[in-house]
């Protein structure tokens, strides 16, 4: 905590959102930040350099349920920039033309079939997610995905894996990696810290990692928030676990002491 405290002006704080500040709902127009969450969020914002938000909702969606302005929402894991109180995001110019791919590529699918399989659809512009937690036969609906994602992968868009859905994209641009790069390019910043509770996640600590190998930054932390559907290689690539959204609500309040 004396690393992550040392130089606040210099120190990012980033964070994903679903399963990491709000705990995961049924369906995630459901899920809530905890209000101390919002609360601490606001105060380590006047006091370190960068504190940002990194989320497969979009980015606008991502700030509401935050509830937080003066912060920074990479969106639509990392295909949408929004920088502390700006109107829209900025979207990665490296999707320009294909926004539409992965909406069109479903609008081919039988929608009958998808609904009886459980699988329920969540525009997200250039992602598209289909999701079945909660649903009838979560495993039926989960081996229809994976048949969705390799007629996808034909189709030259890419399949990604979360919790309980599938995410189709445009190949190319994107990612939390990028999102962590975007977010502290064009400042000096020596200490970053990234808590995550998903797969897409480890691609943000990844980064952070390179980013402290090539000597950018001296001190780095990725915090893996821990559940019993958590994907194995998040605690074993993680620096530190915590249980579940609480625990990283307790940190960032050590954080801000
Ligand atoms: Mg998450």
């Known amino acids: 905590m004396e690393a992550l405290r040392a130089e606040p002006e210099r120190t990012a704080i980033l964070t994903d959102v ?5 705990p995961i709902a049924e369906r995630p127009e459901q899920a809530a930040v905890p209000a101390r969450a919002t ?3 606001e105060a380590l914002s006047d006091r370190f350099g960068l504190v940002g938000c990194i989320s497969g909702r979009q980015a606008l969606e991502a700030r509401r349920l935050v509830g937080v302005e003066g912060i920074a929402y990479a969106g639509n894991h990392g295909f949408e920039l929004l920088m502390p109180g700006e109107a829209e995001p900025q979207l990665d110019p490296a999707v320009a033309g294909r ?3 992965a909406a069109e590529f479903l609008a081919g699918l ?4 998808l609904g009886a399989a459980g699988l329920r659809l969540e525009d997200k512009g250039p992602i598209q997610a289909l999701h079945w937690r909660g649903a009838g036969d979560e495993r039926g609906a989960e081996a229809c995905a994976h048949e969705i994602a390799v007629e996808a992968g034909r189709e030259g868009l890419e399949p990604r894996w979360g919790r309980k859905v599938l995410e189709l994209r445009p190949v190319g641009g994107g990612g939390k990696d990028a999102a962590v790069a975007a977010l502290l390019a064009g400042r000096d910043f ?3 810290v990234y808590a995550g509770d998903d797969r897409t996640d480890l691609d943000a600590c990844r980064r952070l990692h ?3 190998d090539e000597g950018q930054l001296t001190t780095t932390l990725c915090v893996g928030v821990v559940s019993p559907e958590a994907p194995p290689e998040l605690a074993e690539e993680s620096d530190l676990t915590v249980d579940g959204p609480a625990g990283w609500i307790a940190l960032l309040e050590e ?3």
């Open 99 to 101: 926004e539409g791919d």
């Open 18 to 22: 679903d399963g990491t500040l709000a």
């Open 39 to 41: 609360e601490l969020l």
């Open 190 to 192: 020596s200490v970053a």
């Open 255 to 257: 954080l801000a002491k």
């Open 110 to 113: 039988d929608e009958a079939k």
């Open 210 to 212: 390179e980013l402290r």
